[in-house]
T-cell receptor
Framework: DAKTTQPNSMESNEEEPVHLPCNHS???????IHWYRQLPSQGPEYVIHGLTSNVNNRMASLAIAEDRKSSTLILHRATLRDAAVYYC????????????FGTGTRLTIIP | GAVVSQHPSRVICKSGTSVKIECRSL??????MFWYRQFPKQSLMLMAT?????????EQGVEKDKFLINHASLTLSTLTVTSAHPEDSSFYICSASSQPNSYEQYFGPGTRLTVT
C-alpha cells in the first residue's frame, strides 16, 4: 500500500496559520495527494486534494513540492474547531478508490 | 456536500449475539461503499469494499463469515457482526462515493459497538 509519513502531533495557537507536513517519497506519477481530517468521535471528512499544482479551497490550501515527494496542508487561520487528526493519503487516479489511512497528525489548537 | 448516515450510532450487545449496522447515502446513489474499523487512538483500517449487487471484497485478515456485508441497493449497505466478542468492540465507519473514480469519499458519523 502507498505509504505517507506525518508527524504524530502538532500544536498551534488559535487564529494563527498552521502548516501540516506530509512525506510521500514513493508517490507515482498518477497518484493524487488527498487530505482528510477526523474530528473527535466522528467520521473523517474530505479537506483537499491535488496532483502537481498548489490548490486552494474554502477549508485549506495544499502546497505540493516540485518533485511531489512532499506536501503541506495549510490552514490559514486555525480555530478551535480545526482540532482534529489530519490524514495525508496517496491515491491512484484510476481504478482502485480505496483510501489507506496512515497514523495522521493530531492537531491541537491552543486558545 | 453529500450526506452519509449510519444507524445505530451506539450499540451495546452481549457476547455471542449478532449486530447489524446500516450505512445509507441520503442524497446520492453510492455505487461503492467502504467499511472501516477504528480502535481507540488508532487509525482507520479498511475492512471491505462493497459494490452494489455484488459480493464484497474483504481486506486481508478480515473474516468474511464474521463480518457480513450486504449492499442490496444504491443507497444502503449493511455490516453484520456475527457472534460478537469483546475484541470486536470498536468504532465502525462507512464511506461512500457517488461515481467511479470520484475524488471524494463521504464518511458516515460512525457506530460505536461495545460487546460485553
Amino acid at each position: 500500500d502507498a505509504k505517507t509519513t506525518q508527524p504524530n502531533s502538532m500544536e498551534s495557537n488559535e487564529e494563527e496559520p498552521v502548516h501540516l507536513p506530509c512525506n510521500h517519497s514513493t508517490i507515482s506519477g498518477t497518484d493524487y495527494i488527498h487530505w482528510y481530517r477526523q474530528l473527535p468521535s466522528q467520521g473523517p471528512e474530505y479537506v483537499i486534494h491535488g496532483l502537481t499544482s498548489n490548490v486552494n479551497n474554502r477549508m485549506a490550501s495544499l502546497a505540493i513540492a516540485e518533485d511531489r515527494k512532499s506536501s503541506t496542508l495549510i490552514l490559514h487561520r486555525a480555530t478551535l474547531r480545526d482540532a482534529a487528526v489530519y490524514y495525508c493519503i496517496q491515491r491512484p487516479l484510476f481504478g482502485n478508490e480505496k483510501l489507506t489511512f496512515g497514523t495522521g497528525t493530531r492537531l491541537t489548537i491552543i486558545p | 456536500g453529500a450526506v452519509v448516515s449510519q444507524h445505530p450510532s451506539r450499540v451495546i450487545c452481549k457476547s455471542g449475539t449478532s449486530v447489524k449496522i446500516e450505512c445509507r447515502s441520503l442524497d446520492f446513489q453510492a455505487t461503492t461503499m467502504f467499511w472501516y474499523r477504528q480502535f481507540p487512538k488508532q487509525s482507520l483500517m479498511l475492512m471491505a469494499t462493497s459494490n452494489e449487487g455484488s459480493k464484497a471484497t474483504y481486506e486481508q485478515g478480515v473474516e468474511k463469515d464474521k463480518f457480513l456485508i450486504n449492499h442490496a441497493s444504491l443507497t444502503l449497505s449493511t455490516l453484520t457482526v456475527t457472534s460478537a466478542h469483546p475484541e470486536d468492540s470498536s468504532f465502525y465507519i462507512c464511506s461512500a462515493s457517488s461515481q467511479p473514480n470520484s475524488y471524494e469519499q463521504y464518511f458516515g458519523p460512525g457506530t460505536r459497538l461495545t460487546v460485553t
